[in-house]
């Protein structure tokens, strides 16, 4: 019977400690603050928006909201980041994404002080990871890590498969198995043989975005199976990238989908912005 990895507890138990120090914290005179800057009125980051500010409610982060208009030019952003970036009592600046087609994300990113960039997609943040510095880590990745501890699952000398290399996801992901003393191996589209890499993996990590891929051809006997994947099947449930029923009875270990991954990143994002008021202490 595989161990069903329980996201949704773990990043629980995450959100309460946090919501522990936070107190602390305020009893030290140390506030906590976000910003969370949404253009446009895209329904998915609206939701997404709303969860983080929830979760910045439940924990005692302040959250300061900027809802800008779908046509905010691309100056006026950038303004808005500096004027936060200057402010001392914000901690942490989060641009929603997607941005509208007008505006250059990459520009956006680039302009927020990597102090601030609790999302951990400044070249900064990233080029850090790489060379083992401390900064923010993408906070999807981060989640996953706190999953396989929590979960008592070891990391170290074990042979671990990313399958997908985005910068959000499998590139920091990779960065951050290396960190714990995994052995890496970073798939994507063009790899031969995706089925043959995928069975040796003893931690598998599922991150290409097509629903139900990978099916128990691609799980070795035991392995440790984490789906980062999030779709709408037909009949409007949600799945993941991994076929889970099928891949269930061979694996050792797995995160289902919802109440896997998922409720990960926000509580990283908080675990990020606990760190950053903590960093500007010192
Ligand atoms: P991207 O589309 O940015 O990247 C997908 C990656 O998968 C690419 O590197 C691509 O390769 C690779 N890929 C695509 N098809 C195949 C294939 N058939 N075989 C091997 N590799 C393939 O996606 P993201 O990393 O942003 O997201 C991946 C999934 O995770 C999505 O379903 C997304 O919704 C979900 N997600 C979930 C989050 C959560 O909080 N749970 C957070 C972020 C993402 P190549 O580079 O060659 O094109």
């Not at 305020?26 to 009125?41: P, Y």
């Not at 939701?47 to 691309?74: D, Q």
């Not at 004027?83 to 009592?89: F, G, I, S, Y």
């Amino acid at each position: 019977m595989a161990l069903i990895i329980n996201g949704k507890e773990i990043s629980a138990a995450i959100k309460e400690e946090l919501k522990t120090e936070v107190a602390q914290m305020k009893d030290e005179g140390i506030e906590v603050t976000l910003a969370v800057i949404q253009v446009g009125a895209d329904p998915a980051s609206s939701v997404y928006v709303r969860n983080k500010k929830n979760a910045c409610a439940y924990i005692g982060i302040n959250s300061l909201a900027y809802e800008l208009p779908e046509e905010t030019g691309e100056e006026e952003l950038l303004s808005l980041v500096s004027e936060l970036n200057k402010r001392k009592d914000v901690n942490g600046i989060l641009v929603q994404l997607p941005l509208p087609g007008h505006i250059n994300e990459d520009k956006i990113i680039r302009a927020i002080d990597p102090k601030k960039d609790v999302d951990g997609f400044h070249p900064q943040s990233v080029g850090a990871l790489s060379i083992g510095q401390p900064g923010f880590v993408s906070c999807t990745p981060a989640g996953i890590i706190q999953l396989l501890w929590r979960s008592g699952i070891e990391i170290e000398g074990k042979e671990c498969v990313v399958v997908g290399r985005s910068n959000i996801v499998g590139k920091p992901m990779a960065m951050l198995l290396l960190k714990e003393n995994g052995t890496v191996t970073v798939c994507h589209s063009k790899t031969k043989d995706l089925k043959e890499v995928c069975k040796k993996a003893d931690i598998l990590i599922c991150a290409i975005g097509k629903p139900k891929f990978f099916t128990k051809e691609y799980v070795k006997e035991g392995a440790a199976v984490i789906d980062v994947g999030i779709h709408r099947n037909e009949n409007n449930k949600l799945c993941g990238d991994v076929d889970y029923d099928d891949v269930y009875p061979v694996a050792g270990a797995i995160t289902p989908v919802p109440g896997g991954v998922g409720p990960m990143t926000i509580a990283m994002l908080m675990y990020n912005c606990v760190q950053s008021a903590k960093m500007f202490q010192e």
